[in-house]
């Protein structure tokens, strides 16, 4: 089983800037695509960003510009760099990886962006 656990999160002022980290327990990289998801109370849950295995790169049209998802394949980590940041981006992030046959969720890291 892979295990997902992401940091980062916090309380940030608007316009400000927060990089969110997604350590998986294997490397799961090169098998699986990777991707952040977020839910903000009373709101589904939606795709923040993904990455592919070949290094192919999706992003929520909200999200484009402001955030950037990248991979450190040496520490099986996944990145999400969120910059400008807006009171409308607060949420619970999630971490996920996602394959032809498994999919695994991270916990999740509350973001807080005051105005």
């Known amino acids: 089983q892979v295990h997902l656990v992401e940091s980062g999160g916090g309380l940030v002022q608007a316009g400000g800037a927060l990089r969110l980290s997604c350590a998986a327990s294997?490397?799961?990289?090169?098998?699986?695509?990777m991707g952040w998801y977020r839910q903000a109370p009373g709101k589904q849950r939606e795709l923040v960003a993904r990455?592919?295995?070949?290094?192919?790169?999706n992003y929520a049209d909200s999200m484009k510009v402001r955030f950037t998802i990248s991979i450190d394949n040496a520490k099986n980590t996944v990145y999400l760099q969120m910059n400008s940041l807006k009171p409308e981006d607060t949420a619970v992030y999630y971490c996920?990886?996602?394959?032809?046959?498994?999919?695994?969720w991270g916990q999740g890291t509350q973001v807080t962006v005051s105005s």
């Open positions: 996920h990886s996602g394959g032809l046959s498994d999919s695994y």
């Open positions: 294997s490397a799961i990289f090169s098998i699986n695509a």
């Open positions: 990455i592919t295995t070949r290094g192919r790169t």
